[in-house]
């Protein structure tokens, strides 16, 4: 059965609710990706690693993926144009208002798969706020860091994904071979020796600056080897992990309450 919400009929969502299919919600970006690939490359491979992901994971849970949520958290690629951006207020509104929706319909376990990084503190957020009020449980995943060591193991040039990289041209090379401008990748390299110092400041604490600050071309990595085989390597071994997430019973089991009777000596418990 297709895995996407758009392409099927009403009678056959409601039959997916009474089923109790996983519903992913996939978040990504329009931002710049270097002068090489196109704005839309976070929506695209986050559409590709979903879609994958659900097939995968449909022989042994119905699993069904809504429309790209494309509009992202990017505010730190506006320097370099092109990028398009709702703010940390919109953002929670559309997610949360969409699983609503989907929590209205019967659906009660929702999986945000993220492609883009911007997105992860905020989609991590709403997790924590929504969680405790409403009846789902609410799982993210950004499918880099969950694919984490297979993905490291294919990169050549890299620790792992970065930004318009080996990574991500290998990948939209695969699934969107026309709109990638190949015809000089091995100048493009920036792997941005402050790359670290992009959100940090002093031993372990957080600041925020734009993409500017470690990239003058807007690429954080080197594509000069990114492949089409590395590219359909990296999406499996990516939608590998988020089927393997959307499987595991584990993920939607509920919470152990410890509590028991240990709170009964506890001075300060609400005796009634
Ligand atoms: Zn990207």
Redesign the pocket.
């Known amino acids: 059965m297709d895995v996407e919400w758009q392409n099927l009929k009403a009678q056959e969502l409601r039959t997916l609710a009474e089923q109790n299919a996983v519903v992913v919600i996939p978040i990504a970006?329009i931002?710049q990706?270097g002068p090489h690939?196109p704005v839309m490359?976070?929506t695209r491979?986050g559409h590709e690693i979903a879609t994958r992901a659900a097939r995968k994971a449909q022989a042994s849970r119905p699993t069904v993926v809504t429309p790209v949520v494309w509009m992202g958290l990017s505010e730190h690629h506006m320097p370099f144009g092109g990028t398009l951006i709702v703010s940390h207020a919109t953002f929670r509104a559309i997610l949360r208002d969409l699983i609503t929706s989907l929590i209205r319909h019967g659906f009660h376990d929702i999986l945000i798969s993220n492609?883009?990084?911007g997105n992860i503190i905020a989609m991590q957020q709403i997790a924590d706020e929504l969680s405790p009020e409403l009846d789902a449980t609410i799982v993210t995943t950004t499918y880099v860091t969950e694919g984490g060591e297979a993905f490291a193991s294919l990169m050549q040039d890299q620790a792992n994904?970065m930004?318009?990289c080996e990574g991500?041209t290998s990948m939209m090379m695969r699934v969107e071979p026309d709109l990638v401008d190949k015809s000089d990748l091995a100048s493009l390299k920036s792997m941005g020796e402050d790359g670290k110092k992009f959100l940090s400041a002093g031993h372990a604490s957080y600041r925020w600056r734009p993409f500017a600050h470690v990239t003058g071309n807007g690429i954080a990595g080197d594509p000069t080897n990114a492949t089409v085989e590395k590219g359909e390597a990296l999406l499996e071994a990516g939608s590998d992990a988020v089927a393997a997430l959307i499987t595991d019973a584990e993920t939607w089991a509920a919470p152990q309450d410890m509590r028991g009777d240990a709170l009964a000596g506890v001075a300060f418990r609400d005796r009634k």
Do not use: P
């Open positions: 970006s931002e990706h690939l490359t976070d491979l492609s883009h990084g994904v930004h318009a991500e």
